[in-house]
DNA sequence: TTTCGTTCGTTGGAAATCCAACCGATAAGA
DNA sequence: TCTTATCGGTTGGATTTCCAACGAACGAAA
């Protein structure tokens, strides 16, 4: 257990834990680790669980399987993330994706009711792990509703602009680097790469934007 | 403000809290309530804020303005809805939209310091509070992530097909109602209300699926 | 019953997107 | 240097979506 300590120390849920606190935490949380062969499933979807996931070591998929079979990833876990956290704690109970380990992989499980319910030896790090686990939610909370409001536009155009300009707002700047490749950024957006390309390339000629790789300048706004 | 009680009672973030204890703790958490005419700014895009907004009385807006001064809703918020919250827990701080109040409104403020803070005085409700919180932010989170699997499907077809199989899974069964007309469904998955039709008429024809009205059923999977 | 408003399906032409393919530039490796 | 792989821009035709408009069905109000 202890040589997760390190990689542990650096997951948002336990930031501002003290390396000599881990001991007295992890046993009053009841945290256990489980390992999974590469292939194993650690979670059916429509499982109920309580507990939330962190994987430590190794590599999961979010699978979900349509009803005719196809399955596709929903996204990729690896050390340190967490996973199963929206789920146990709205209540909801009933996990919609299914959860495979891609490689061997060690997960350590902690009980949600552990963490808010304060102890009886009134550990000092209860505070610590609430408060980051609110944050951890309410930031994940932010980060869906920005994606939100630039897939939401109708046309790749107003999508790509809708981007850019929330990059240039948190740069603070009308020129600024952004930290996709052009099939991540089609992909973050949910476009076509062709289309994006096309439509970047039409928005430089109108002297709306300039760019070189992922180096973007704002020009002009207007249509 | 005694007259809001029973309204705050039926607020998410006050479940579980008597009525009898609503002096003590909104004293505890030094709530204020401020009232705003119609019209007026609540917050101002990029304002630093560190209290959550729940508003009591009246409507308010939350607007977004892109960089040419087209101003679109974002949400509408009416009583007992919050505001801020993923913002102020999250710890970012500035607000991405304008608050504007679009009738005469009051709004209860709290600061969020004051919530997770637990107070010397060991008020109950304080550990109440924060599983509340938690709750929402997570329920917020889930309802997020199953939108943005439905939109991030490609073409209206699969839209619909994605939406439609997560009513039936949570119904758990193949006919269901949904909560939306048809207009309403096309908003929330972001496509045109005629296309989403077509599609419909079309996957009825191929005996994939079979509606009247907000009832459905689902027949047939695959292509 | 008549009228009015709303919802929903349909349609047709314009516009946008998808898809596969290709090419040039650049970087990495042999 | 030559080869190979990756990335980004472009292109053209098939497909889908958009948009405005219309009409049928339904329910509420007069």
């Known amino acids: ?47 109920t669980v309580t507990e939330i996931g962190l994987v430590v070591s190794g590599r999961l998929h979010l699978v979900k399987d349509d009803v005719w079979g196809n399955t596709s990833i929903v996204t990729e876990i690896a050390p340190p993330e967490m996973f199963g956290e929206a789920v146990v704690c709205g209540g909801t109970s009933r996990v919609p994706v299914s959860v495979i380990a891609k490689e061997d992989s060690v997960i350590l499980f902690i009980d949600y009711k552990r963490i808010v319910t304060t102890c009886s030896s009134a550990c000092a790090f209860h505070a610590k792990l609430i408060r980051n686990m609110i944050r951890i939610l309410a930031q994940k909370n932010i980060l869906m509703s920005t994606k939100m409001e630039h897939i939401t536009q109708r046309s790749t155009k107003e999508k790509l602009l809708s981007y850019l300009m929330e990059q240039a707002r ?53 249509a």
């Open 1 to 47: 257990m202890k040589k997760y300590y390190p990689l542990l120390s650096h997951s948002p849920l336990f930031t501002g834990i003290g390396p000599g606190d881990f001991d007295t935490m992890l046993h009053c949380l009841g945290a256990s680790l489980r390992s999974y062969p590469k292939g194993q499933t650690v979670y059916f979807e429509g499982d």
């Open 170 to 222: 948190q740069a603070g700047s009308r020129t600024f680097d952004i930290p996709y490749n052009r099939q991540e950024l089609a992909d973050y957006l949910s476009v076509e790469r062709s289309a994006l390309s096309a439509e970047m390339s039409k928005l430089k000629a109108d002297g709306v934007i300039d760019y070189k790789k992922n180096h973007f300048e704002i020009r002009r706004e207007g």
